[in-house]
Structures are given as structure tokens and as C-alpha cells.
T-cell receptor, first 110, second 114 residues
Framework: GQSLEQPSEVTAVEGAIVQINCTYQTSGFYGLSWYQQHDGGAPTFLSY????GLEETGRFSSFLSRSDSYGYLLLQELQMKDSASYFCAVRKANAGKSTFGDGTTLTVKP | KAGVTQTPRYLIKTRGQQVTLSCSPI?????VSWYQQTPGQGLQFLFEYFSETQRNKGNFPGRFSGRQFSNSRSEMNVSTLELGDSALYLCASSYRGEANEKLFFGSGTQLSVL
């Protein structure tokens, strides 16, 4: 089976940097994705890592270490609109399902 | 290009009833997957369809079923509703459902079972 662990809540102030960690246990791992979901909204894709290393997209970066079964999402220059839930998800090769973590609720304070 | 459309947006049913939810994927996407989301929990995978065939199924009872039509639109059905079925049901589409493809989610159907 597959399981992912991420912190349930994180709080930070506007302009700061926050890191949301995700550890996973899975077989046949293919890649780690991150999604953002605002209250009442649809999850939206943020980033995907198939290989070890850092992927940067604007203020957001995502990191993966396959040997450590660990990844993180880094959010820089936090804005109030970044307050949302963030989910990590793993995909297995040739499988049309993603397994999601329980989500991390990020609260950005002024 | 229109996004993933789910209907209805809200639904209230009573125990024992059945319900059908609809999902129209992004044009050209052939993979549709369904997820159940309850407060404070992640998304639980229900099933995935590709070209009218169910390719993957999650650990849900047989009361949960689905299908996909030739135009890639998908429906999921829940029979004999239980209180615990109250949740947000999300569908997601992608081009082929391959591991490196990002999922595009609809806004979901909020189902309340009374």
C-alpha cells in the first residue's frame, strides 16, 4: 500500500518562507505532486517531481529525495492568498490513481 | 478551454436513497478519476476510467460505482446511501492518466446524507 505523512497545520507571517514536508511509504513510486486547495475550491496542481532535486516555479519550489522517501514544498514571500490546504500526492507507474496525504492547512497572518 | 465541470454542485439525500453525480472532463482528456474528500482528510481514491474502461479501483464498497461514456464524460453512482457517505466528491481529468500528468479537478459535488 501507500501512505503519506504531512503536518496538519502550519502558520506563518506574510513575507516569510514556509516549508511543508511530506514523507511517503510506497512501492513502485513514480513521482510526487503537490496541490493547493482553497476553502470550498477545487484542488489545483502546483508542482511535480519525478527525479531527485529541486523544481522551482515562481514563489513555489518543490524538492524530492527518493532515497529518503521525502519531499517538501517551499513557499517564499508568503501572501495572504497562500492561506489554503496543501496536499502531497504520489503516483505509481502505470497506475491511474494518485494517493494523497491528509493535507496541511497553511494560515498566513499579517 | 473549459475546465472540468461537475454537476450538481450540492445535493441533499436521505439514507437509503441513491445518487448519481456527473463529471465532464476537459476537452481531449480521456482519463477521469473520482475522489472522496471528508473534512480534515485527504482525497480518497474511488476509481479511474480511461476510454470507457475502469482501470483502477479504490477500497470502497460495491455501493460505489461509475461509468464513462464515449465522449469521456463520467458518472458515479452511490446506492443505499449511508450517513458516512456525506462528503465532497471530486472528479479529475487528465489526457491519458499517466503518472507524470497533472490532474485537473472540478469544483466537486457536496453530498449531504440526512
Amino acid at each position: 500500500g501507500q501512505s503519506l505523512e504531512q503536518p496538519s497545520e502550519v502558520t506563518a507571517v506574510e513575507g516569510a518562507i514556509v516549508q511543508i514536508n511530506c514523507t511517503y511509504q510506497t512501492s513502485g513510486f513514480y513521482g510526487l505532486s503537490w496541490y493547493q486547495q482553497h476553502d470550498g475550491g477545487a484542488p489545483t496542481f502546483l508542482s511535480y517531481n519525478a527525479l531527485d532535486g529541486l523544481e522551482e516555479t515562481g514563489r513555489f519550489s518543490s524538492f524530492l529525495s527518493r532515497s529518503d522517501s521525502y519531499g517538501y514544498l517551499l513557499l517564499q514571500e508568503l501572501q495572504m492568498k497562500d492561506s489554503a490546504s496543501y496536499f502531497c500526492a504520489v503516483r505509481k507507474a502505470n497506475a491511474g490513481k494518485s494517493t494523497f496525504g491528509d493535507g496541511t492547512t497553511l494560515t498566513v497572518k499579517p | 478551454k473549459a475546465g472540468v465541470t461537475q454537476t450538481p454542485r450540492y445535493l441533499i439525500k436521505t439514507r437509503g436513497q441513491q445518487v448519481t453525480l456527473s463529471c465532464s472532463p476537459i476537452s481531449g482528456h480521456r482519463s477521469v478519476s473520482w475522489y472522496q474528500q471528508t473534512p480534515g482528510q485527504g482525497l480518497q481514491f474511488l476509481f479511474e476510467y480511461f476510454s470507457e474502461t475502469q482501470r483502477n479501483k479504490g477500497n470502497f464498497p460495491g455501493r460505489f460505482s461509475g461509468r464513462q461514456f464515449s465522449n469521456s464524460r463520467s458518472e458515479m453512482n452511490v446506492s443505499t446511501l449511508e450517513l458516512g457517505d456525506s462528503a465532497l466528491y471530486l472528479c479529475a481529468s487528465s489526457y491519458r492518466g499517466e503518472a507524470n500528468e497533472k490532474l485537473f479537478f472540478g469544483s466537486g459535488t457536496q453530498l449531504s446524507v440526512l
